[in-house]
């Protein structure tokens, strides 16, 4: 049986559209597109999964911003995005199908919901408000000359994507020929040629082919890049995680990896290529925790909140520029089921107050619904477990209503 347009029309965003791609879309625009999949993917299947729609939704959106020129998050990430928007309309038709509502709340709710869904879906890798004060790294940078759009788009929305600018193309395609020399740094050379096939650019652009030609890279260069094939470079993630989990430091996880490697004969005397110095260690930190903010996503609804905490020496500068260590408390917040990591935070003191208005300023500062939290677990310290006094009570009393608690044994024994 044919689907009519009165069956697949929603309540919310009305018709399902194809996104044609002239400007980068809203939340409106993703949404109404995710329902044209899910929509073209029932042809196929009488019940085709989420995931499915979300990643066709994903890869769209990245050609999208792709062809703006535009740095973007990964796939990941931007089906994390989709599937937590989702929730909130999922939430908005349930509530909307519900006889047992409050129509001016809900009314007010809706339009609300509606109104931000004009909003720009941003998945931009650099989210800096001021473009002159961006601290990104550089292959995350907005370009220059994209900067004015990508502004336009989070406002107005009077610009559209264009035809492939040939002239742009073609200095890009030099300047990325020109960097190739760069794999000594580690990048190699076969990934440097498929970033340059990747590039979106017409056919018939010749001028790109006699550049090609005419590039020869120097004798040095050669030696360069014929050792950055065979000595790829260490990414190093698994040792820097368990460098900041065991608080070691860079020059002490630095010298304990190569005496490993030097146990094993992977390093001798005369190879030296593969030798980790402090340095790698600490861009490797760096890589791993940039990663780990930018998956940073509280799945919603939030149903239960896991904290635990420890005084840990903490380095900080006095009024003079001096270094000094100072015993702060560190509280580490996660999410259930699973063990999805919130944030860590720094309250002022140790007590159950402090600590339990720390939590609730924190998830209110991310904007995090905590009316569906129906369980607190924490360990068994009086701290935390106070029964007039403790955090969960605190927190309970914040809430305006009971949750269950869920105590660790373990600090009992």
């Known amino acids: 049986m044919a689907s009519t347009r009165q069956s697949t029309l929603c309540p919310v965003f009305g018709e399902p559209k194809e996104h044609i791609g002239s400007n980068l879309p809203t939340y409106k625009q993703v949404m109404k597109h995710f329902l044209f999949v899910k929509l073209q993917l029932k042809k196929t299947s009488y019940n085709p999964p989420l995931h499915a729609s979300f990643k ?95 502004l336009d788009q989070r406002s107005e929305r009077k610009m559209a994507i264009g035809s492939v600018d040939v002239q742009e193309s073609n200095r890009m395609i030099k300047k990325l020929m020109r960097s190739q020399p760069s794999t000594s740094k580690g990048i190699p050379a076969s990934q440097s040629s498929v970033r340059v096939k990747n590039l979106a650019l017409p056919e018939s652009s010749g001028d790109s082919d006699s550049c090609s030609s005419d590039y020869e890279p120097s004798s040095s260069t050669k030696r360069r890049i014929e050792r950055a094939e065979t000595n790829p470079a260490l990414e190093l993630k698994s040792l820097a995680i368990l460098s900041d989990k065991t608080g070691v430091s860079d020059r002490a996880a630095a010298t304990i990896a190569t005496v490993v490697l030097q146990e094993a004969n992977v390093v001798g005397e005369k190879d030296e290529s593969i030798i980790i110095d402090r340095h790698k260690i600490r861009r490797a930190r760096k890589r791993v925790r940039q990663e780990l903010q930018e998956n940073l996503l509280i799945e919603e609804p939030l149903e239960s909140i896991y904290f635990d905490g420890r005084k840990d020496l903490t380095k900080v500068t006095d009024g003079l520029g001096h270094l000094q260590l100072v015993r702060e408390e560190h509280i580490s917040l996660i999410q259930e089921p699973g063990a999805h990591y919130i944030g860590h935070l720094t309250p002022d003191s140790g007590t159950s107050k402090c600590i339990a208005s720390t939590i609730i300023d924190f998830l209110s500062s991310k904007e995090v619904d905590t009316s569906k939290v129906v369980a607190i677990g924490c360990d068994g310290t009086p701290v935390s477990t106070g029964l007039k006094g403790g955090v969960i009570r605190l927190i309970e009393e914040k809430l305006g209503r009971p949750v269950h608690w869920f105590v660790c044994l373990l600090h009992a024994v």
């Open 56 to 150: 066709n939704v994903a890869t769209h959106l990245l050609q999208v911003w792709q062809k703006a020129s535009i740095p973007s998050v990964t796939s990941d990430r931007i089906i994390a995005m989709l599937k937590a928007y989702h929730d909130k309309y999922a939430n908005i038709l349930k509530t909307l199908s519900s006889t047992s509502i409050k129509k001016e709340t809900f009314n007010k709710k809706l339009d609300e919901f509606k109104q931000k869904s004009h909003e720009l879906f941003d998945i931009s890798a650099c989210k800096c408000v001021s473009f002159s004060k961006c601290s990104c790294r550089k292959e995350k940078k907005v370009p220059l000359q994209e900067k004015p759009f990508l």
